[in-house]
């Protein structure tokens, strides 16, 4: 049986050492209490107000373990010339019959405070303490305060089923890249003749990521269990091979735990969906732009972490620049031939002869980015109309890439192709479609509006939905508001562009403004609930991912 442990003392009692308040400084109308309080702060949970509980059939806190003893404080004010001095008694009310703790007598008081730090105490109990003068007429008291002790920091185990323990003998029923459950369970042992706090929430964070410090239950990395201990937790580890777990408990009183660490497999997936916006070949969308030092990361989006599963150097940037930020990198969808995951766009727009030249990097069953060389684009020659007969293309139609303002990857509008990529331009005010896929590019170009005024918007592709259609969303650079714009699928497999010929409608949202939001995007579906979610990155480098273009949420600070 666990026996008590009893909060160690160095030296003798030690109280607060000082003189009594200046004359004058109260009037002489008998000594008066307030502010009764304990330091460390009792506390109902870890984080929490501080918990007094001075008042009658009240909860008392909770104080944890400490490297200082508890400090029993109070205000107080006496009459000039006093000569009864206060004094601190302390009971536990754990033990039956109740035993005095402590009566510390004639204390100082010290720039109208007394206070006096409690030796002795016992890991589990209850404790009702009050300051008080008794005497020569002057009675006066603080009310009766409560307070109690857990100097036992909990424990926490990890378990999963999706994704058993390294060692275990057993074999994973998920892959890298799928959403996986891990179970929590925690104690917090009660001290003989006394109680615990109980667990009160878990802190994780799957490695490469680290527990941060911790700011209370509640958090985006925090989970707090049911009634019987226990907490769930859905996280998807992005890379396939051994991955690290880790886990804390935190009870009541704020004590923390040892930091578990879960080691497991996730193996690969020899046949991984075939999912648009996947450019890692793990069946899931990705987020790719470039980090603070010009490296390309590739971040998962479903894994609620703003860690790369894979980063492309600076060195690798196809025109030897050594920079990613000077390229546009867009993808949806793949070239016929390669495997079943992003052919990835580059565009380059570090100087007036790179912006000439259109990379692609065709994706063979593993991150194409700086493992193979890109190819360049070739731009089509001959435009077509919107019954797809070919036609001249007008006056000002360029031979390359050069006069490209803004480029995005749409998804597939070949009918019977629903996997092809298709390029969305911005040239001259006026959007273009490039589609058709060819050897080395496209074969078709289509100038979908004629007005001019597509300049000022940062251009989005969310994708198909279930029945194919597309859609076009839009952020008004001037106003900060969000447009979507339907691209629905016709009965001959072609698509309807006309909601294009007037971008100022369709207005969903508002509120996206570049100061808040420099960069926005769409990988697809992030959440899994079946419909294209937004995300952004703020002007302070956080990645904000919205359910749709609502309920956003704070993944983390980018590299």
């Known amino acids: 049986m666990r026996t008590s442990r009893v909060?160690?003392?160095?030296?003798?009692?030690?109280?607060?050492?000082?003189?009594?308040?200046?004359?004058?400084?109260?009037?002489?109308?008998?000594?008066?209490?307030?502010?009764?309080?304990?330091?460390?702060?009792?506390?109902?949970?870890?984080?929490?107000?501080?918990?007094?509980?001075?008042?009658?059939?009240?909860?008392?806190?909770?104080?944890?373990?400490?490297?200082?003893?508890?400090?029993?404080?109070?205000?107080?004010?006496?009459?000039?010339?006093?000569?009864?001095?206060?004094?601190?008694?302390?009971?536990?009310?754990?033990?039956?019959?109740?035993?005095?703790?402590?009566?510390?007598?004639?204390?100082?008081v010290q720039n109208g405070t007394v206070s006096v730090q409690v030796p002795n105490l016992r890991d589990g109990h209850s404790y009702v303490w009050h300051a008080y003068t008794a005497g020569a007429g002057v009675d006066a008291s603080t009310p009766e305060c409560h307070f109690r002790l857990d100097l036992t920091a909990p424990a926490v185990n990890v378990n999963s089923t999706d994704f058993p323990a390294l060692g275990s003998g057993q074999t994973a029923t998920k892959y890298a890249g799928q959403s996986g459950t891990f179970t929590f369970t925690g104690s917090d042992p009660v001290p003989a003749g006394g109680a615990a706090s109980g667990v009160a929430c878990y802190q994780y964070a799957l490695a490469p990521a680290s527990l941060g410090v911790f700011t209370g239950c509640g958090g985006a990395d925090t989970v707090v269990p049911a009634a019987d201990g226990t907490a769930s937790v859905q996280l998807t580890p992005a890379d396939w091979g051994a991955n690290t777990l880790l886990v804390q408990a935190i009870?009541?009183?704020?004590?923390?735990?040892?930091?578990?660490?879960?080691?497991?497999?996730?193996?690969?997936?020899p046949t991984p969906p075939a999912t648009l916006g996947d450019v890692d070949n793990n069946g899931t969308p990705d987020i790719v732009l470039p980090d603070s030092a010009g490296n390309l990361q590739v971040i998962s989006g479903n894994t609620g972490s703003v860690l790369p599963s894979e980063t492309v150097p600076a060195v690798d940037a196809p025109d030897g620049s050594g920079n990613w930020t000077g390229f546009e990198v867009s993808h949806r969808g793949w070239m016929p031939n390669t495997a079943t995951s992003d052919t990835v766009f580059a565009r380059d727009l570090n100087s007036s002869v790179g912006k000439a030249n259109l990379y692609e990097y065709k994706n063979q069953g593993s991150l194409p980015l700086g493992s193979q060389s890109a190819t360049l684009v070739s731009r089509p020659t001959t435009c077509q109309d919107a019954t797809g007969a070919t036609i001249s293309c007008p006056v000002g139609y360029g031979s390359d890439w050069s006069g490209v303002d803004q480029l995005l990857a749409l998804g597939s509008?070949?009918?019977?192709?629903?996997?092809?990529?298709?390029?969305?331009?911005?040239?001259?005010?006026?959007?273009?479609?490039?589609?058709?896929?060819?050897?080395?590019?496209?074969?078709?170009?289509?100038?979908?509006?004629?007005?001019?005024?597509?300049?000022?918007?940062?251009?989005?592709?969310?994708g198909a939905d279930a029945q194919g259609n597309l859609a076009l969303w839009?952020?008004?650079?001037?106003?900060?508001?969000?447009?979507?714009?339907?691209?629905?699928?016709?009965?001959?497999?072609?698509?309807?562009?006309?909601?294009?010929?007037?971008?100022?409608?369709?207005?969903?949202?508002?509120?996206?403004?570049?100061?808040?939001?420099?960069t926005l995007g769409s990988s697809g579906d992030l959440d899994g609930d079946g419909a294209p979610d937004l995300w952004t990155v703020t002007a302070d480098r956080h990645l904000v991912i919205f359910s749709g273009w609502t309920s956003p949420e704070d993944i983390g600070a980018l590299k």
């Open 7 to 108: 909060l160690a003392v160095t030296g003798v009692l030690t109280v607060a050492v000082g003189l009594a308040a200046a004359p004058n400084a109260v009037a002489a109308t008998g000594p008066a209490f307030s502010n009764p309080r304990v330091t460390p702060a009792p506390v109902l949970a870890p984080g929490g107000t501080a918990t007094e509980d001075c008042a009658p059939n009240g909860t008392p806190g909770w104080v944890g373990l400490s490297t200082a003893l508890p400090t029993l404080s109070a205000d107080v004010q006496l009459p000039a010339g006093a000569t009864v001095l206060p004094d601190i008694a302390v009971t536990d009310t754990t033990v039956v019959p109740h035993t005095s703790v402590l009566r510390a007598t004639e204390l100082p």
């Open 474 to 518: 839009a952020r008004d650079r001037a106003t900060g508001e969000l447009h979507a714009y339907p691209l629905p699928k016709k009965a001959d497999g072609t698509f309807d562009f006309s909601a294009l010929g007037d971008p100022t409608a369709h207005v969903v949202a508002s509120g996206f403004t570049t100061a808040a939001y420099p």
């Open 413 to 462: 509008t070949d009918p019977g192709q629903p996997d092809d990529p298709s390029l969305l331009t911005v040239e001259g005010g006026n959007l273009w479609l490039f589609d058709n896929v060819g050897f080395r590019g496209f074969r078709d170009a289509q100038q979908l509006t004629t007005t001019g005024n597509w300049s000022g918007y940062d251009l989005i592709a969310p």
């Open 251 to 269: 009870d009541n009183a704020g004590n923390v735990s040892q930091s578990f660490s879960y080691g497991f497999y996730a193996p690969s997936n």
